[in-house]
């Protein structure tokens, strides 16, 4: 008789069962939160890393940031072992033209959106030679292009449609310790980034 009501009391103590169908969607809830939130969190920030450059550096001028220091990054998430060239640009005025010499392999320039959306990489390892000239423009491009109806979109490798008339160009260059610092900085001091203003072309 107690054994009967030891194994009555252990079994109403057990977890109902779930289904298949519930934890499936539990699963595909739980993922969706996750990738809306992750994909919603640079829209939350109060302060862009475009508008913490903005703020500091003048615009359409390619600068060389100073080397990372603990409360002292422009970015967040600096990494301390590169060396950076950063170029806050507008294309308001016109196109924006850049130049760049990705000097040694693990060199890099990169293109970003106020929003940090990175639309545009090319690393020094893909090049035959080192300088890279690029032109930034607004995106003309729409989706009736595609099928051939209006202009056709732009397919030249060294014009870069932006998503957005604003950005950041960013060159980057792995630090290889003080005593090459100053070559690096002033070899990242080469890069420009220019603005071509609309009918001087």
């Given at each position: 008789?107690?054994?009967?009501?030891?194994?009555?009391?252990?079994?109403?103590?057990?977890?109902?069962?779930?289904?298949?169908?519930?934890?499936?969607?539990?699963?595909?809830?739980?993922?969706?939160?996750?990738?809306?939130?992750?994909?919603?969190?640079?829209?939350?920030?109060?302060?862009?890393?475009?508008?913490?450059?903005?703020?500091?550096?003048?615009?359409?001028?390619?600068?060389?940031?100073?080397?990372?220091?603990p409360?002292?990054?422009?970015?967040?998430?600096n990494?301390?072992?590169?060396?950076?060239?950063?170029?806050p640009?507008?294309?308001?005025?016109?196109?924006?033209?850049?130049?760049?010499?990705?000097?040694?392999?693990?060199?890099?320039?990169?293109?970003?959106?106020?929003?940090?959306?990175?639309?545009?990489a090319?690393?020094?390892?893909?090049?035959?030679?080192?300088?890279?000239?690029?032109?930034?423009?607004?995106?003309?491009?729409?989706?009736?292009?595609?099928?051939?109806?209006?202009?056709?979109?732009?397919?030249?490798p060294?014009?870069?449609?932006?998503?957005?008339?604003?950005?950041?160009?960013?060159?980057?260059?792995?630090?290889?310790?003080?005593?090459?610092?100053?070559?690096?900085?002033a070899?990242?001091?080469?890069?420009?980034?220019?603005?071509?203003?609309?009918?001087?072309?």
């Amino acid at each position: 008789m107690l054994r009967a009501a030891d194994g009555a009391a252990k079994r109403g103590w057990r977890l109902p069962r779930l289904s298949l169908h519930a934890l499936l969607v539990a699963l595909v809830s739980a993922g969706i939160v996750h990738i809306t939130s992750t994909l919603a969190i640079p829209y939350m920030s109060p302060v862009t890393g475009y508008e913490r450059l903005a703020e500091g550096l003048p615009v359409n001028e390619m600068r060389v940031l100073p080397p990372v220091a603990p409360g002292g990054e422009l970015l967040p998430f600096n990494d301390p072992g590169l060396q950076m060239a950063v170029c806050p640009f507008d294309l308001a005025a016109g196109t924006l033209t850049v130049n760049a010499t990705l000097a040694e392999p693990g060199w890099s320039l990169a293109i970003y959106s106020p929003l940090g959306d990175n639309y545009y990489a090319i690393a020094a390892a893909s090049l035959r030679q080192p300088t890279v000239t690029l032109v930034i423009e607004p995106s003309r491009a729409t989706l009736l292009n595609l099928f051939g109806i209006g202009s056709a979109p732009n397919f030249d490798p060294s014009r870069v449609a932006a998503p957005d008339s604003r950005g950041i160009v960013v060159v980057r260059a792995p630090r290889k310790g003080d005593a090459f610092e100053a070559r690096i900085a002033a070899q990242l001091a080469r890069a420009s980034c220019a603005t071509t203003v609309v009918g001087t072309q």
